[in-house]
């Protein structure tokens, strides 16, 4: 470990977990950055290195625990910080468990970081930020951001429902909105920029609300996003089912920059596991909002997240949930097996699904997904869609590209396409994946290839 206040000024960040963690590390990036710190992209150049950790499984939790054994061999020279859910969780346990550690903050607490930093610099050996009693949103004048084409913006923190499985509400803290004029103001910053897609995030996104003079809903929230100047794509994740209003859709119909995509987590199809994971509807209630956006004028993209093998889920609650993948039909589900975590309201009921079982309804639940995408793939052979190239493969010269949908489409391309908004045909499909053809450019595509 440095002497007290004389760690150099190189950074590396590790990011674990879901898109706010990402979002999060590129706003600590900015924070350090605006204080003189550079970030460096191979650890081994690093004085600082930093782990922004997730809790919401054991298995991503172990993941800081696996690194700091490892660095613990390799370098005793540099200070390491350990940042997010699984700092928020363990506190002060990280100075016993690895001495590098200097610094150990959660989420909510990031807008001290500079004055943490300073009292590092000053000497002290081991600071922390663990107070989750905050009613303030992590405001930064830099950002550094890693995707060139999709510009992260958290519009609201922390989690104020209370899903008996979820660490979330103990490791983000009470929710906290960002005001719309600060929201729209960083928008059109960040269209200013260049950026012309712009993903609006929180862990229940659409349970934002307004504390600005311009009382916004979400759903005005993003309309008004929507009509910024130049900006192409608007996407928003994870929207709560508790949350989700008909104004929404209204909203996606009217605006054309609104992505035609919904990520709306179900967990599982059973009502009487709904009801033990807290989750404040019913199956008929989550299908009354799945037929509001199948009822939309638009073709709609709908994905979820379902948990298997919660506590005291029988065979026919979980045959309820297959069947509920049959009648909802999505494009894409994240599938988890149920992990008992501390310091929540089902960290204490029985983990009685043995985990075979769980790797069983897993697998089954997997394989049936597949085939409905496929399904759903396949019809949409012969269409045309205009796609964002996000990328490009050399080796097998074919382009990257992203429909509004949020399905991912490859097709031969060159590498200058990458960044521009083309028109593809659909010639094959595989359940996560299709391939297209360029069609000639219609509307601003960019400069024509082969016109
Ligand atoms: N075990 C398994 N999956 C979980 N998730 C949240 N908590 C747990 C847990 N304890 C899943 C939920 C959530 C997604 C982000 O992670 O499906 O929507
Ligand atoms: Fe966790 Fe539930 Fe909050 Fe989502 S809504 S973050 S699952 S507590």
Redesign the pocket.
Known sequence: MPAPGTFGHTFYIETFG?QMNVHDSEKVAGVLMGRGLEAVEDPEQADIILYNTCS??EKAAQKVFSRLGAFKKKHGDKLIGVLGCVAQQEGEKFFERAPQVGLVCGSASYSRLPELLDQLKAGKRRVTGLDLDTDECFETEITRRDNPFRAYLTIIEGCDKACS???VPTTRGPERSRPADRILEECRRLVDGGYSEIQLLGQTVNSWRDSSPLRLSFAGLLARVAKIPGLKRVRFT?SHPRDFTPEIIEAIDTYPALCDQIHL?V?CGSDAVLKRMRRTYTRDEYLEKIDWIRAARREMSIST???VGFCGETEDDFEQTLSLLDRVEYDQV?S??????PK?AAGDWADDVPDVEKGRRLTELQERQRQIQIRRNQALIGREFEVLVEGYQPRLGQAVGRTTSNRVVNFAGEAEWVGRYLEVRVTAAGPNSLVGERIGPRGDGGAGYGC
């Open positions: 879901c919401i499984r499985y979820c660490v994870t987590p967990q997240d379902i948990i994240f988890f097996k149920y992990s008992p975590r929540t």
